[in-house]
């Protein structure tokens, strides 16, 4: 109650003081300060114009070059320049840059333009903003806040960049990635790795997922082949994607397929690709492993596990593994029977030449990947949280 005579009181200050209330759906406080001016900045921009400037005579230049033996009936050149169009500011990574794009014509016949590659026309913004706007995005800045996020980072001249513009931009994307979705994927891909990604929130039918696969090539390259959106990880969602992938080009079976526990991607590889071999991986399977077994024995049983997984050689892992069966079957039945289970699975990686080993045994590709999408939802969780709290505060 006290909060809201406090701000009571406030509010008729200002407005004693000859301010006109008005309302405003930005809760960002403005701090009206004087412009700063960089000189370095300055310095950048005016080389910018120039080297801009300099660029744009070249490829006129070039231009001009092709026209050169068009003559009219007079035998002068067909094509000449005609001037400039009107100056115009475009948005960069280091503020507003003046640029003039010149002009030509034709004196007789079919009429002729001149179209910058580098400066198309009508653009008023270098692709750097537009990337900026979707990892801004992904880092938890929302649609209304981008705009001053933008002017914080390029200055005032941001203002042009409101929800609506931030809006389409994404709607393009979106449209980007559709496409995307549908390209081909053609190529000797030998082995490939599936996950999937929760998000956190929760859809009508339970937990929103993101079903990725990211393939090696036979020159070693990564390339992520597919992400789908879902609300789990059933056979069913992830047939649908190997079916989909398969259609689009990956119709040789990988080498192997690698991924976590989920039974859902197994079943479906089984039916997709059946010759591929399976690898599971052993950060899940150590932990549930570890989970079976007290704290006073773990740091042993964690030893044992990192000398299977690190081993010179399959000898060794097996080895290892009976060691380690050994060792705690006993008396701990459950951690080791959890750990036979997929023996077979999890030690495919030992068939393959060892150069391979650290690449597809990790899922620090896809998991780092997806990090800032957990960056975005978490921070919209905290502001929804800060309503809530503002909300009762209001009412307290």
Sequence with gaps: MRRTLLKLVLRRTEMSKGDTPHMSKDTVIRIDTPEAIDPLTELLRSGARKLIAEAIEAELSEMLQGYEDHKTVEGRRRVVRNGYQPERQILTGIGEVAVKTPRVRSREGEPVSFQSSLVPPYIRKSATVEVAIPWLYLKGISTGQMQSALEALVGPQAKGLSA???????????????????????????????????SGLRGDDGRLCARVIIGVNSRGQ??????????????????????????????????????EGAPGVWSARGEVYPQTRVQRGGMHKSGNVLNSLPKSVQEKARQGLHDIWMAEGRVEAEVAFEA???????????????????????????DFPAEHGTP?????????SFATDQTQIKTGERR???????DD???D
């Design 324 to 350: 380690l069966i050994e060792r705690f079957g006993a008396r701990y039945p459950r951690a080791t029977d959890c750990l036979e289970k997929d023996r077979d699975d999890m030690l495919t990686f030992y």
């Design 222 to 259: 990564k390339h992520c082949l597919a992400i789908e959106d879902g609300v789990r990880e059933s056979k069913q969602s992830w047939r649908e994607v190997l079916l989909s992938l398969k259609q689009r080009g990956l119709r040789p079976p990988p080498k192997r397929a690698m991924g």
């Design 384 to 390: 929804r949280d800060s309503h809530h709290n503002a």
């Design 360 to 368: 597809v045994r990790t899922t620090k590709v896809i998991k780092s």
């Design 164 to 198: 609506d513009v931030v809006g389409r931009l994404k709607r393009q994307r979106e449209s980007e990635y559709k496409d995307w979705c549908q390209r081909c994927v053609d190529d000797e891909w030998v082995y490939i790795r599936a996950e999937g990604i929760y």
């Design 393 to 395: 505060d209001l009412q």
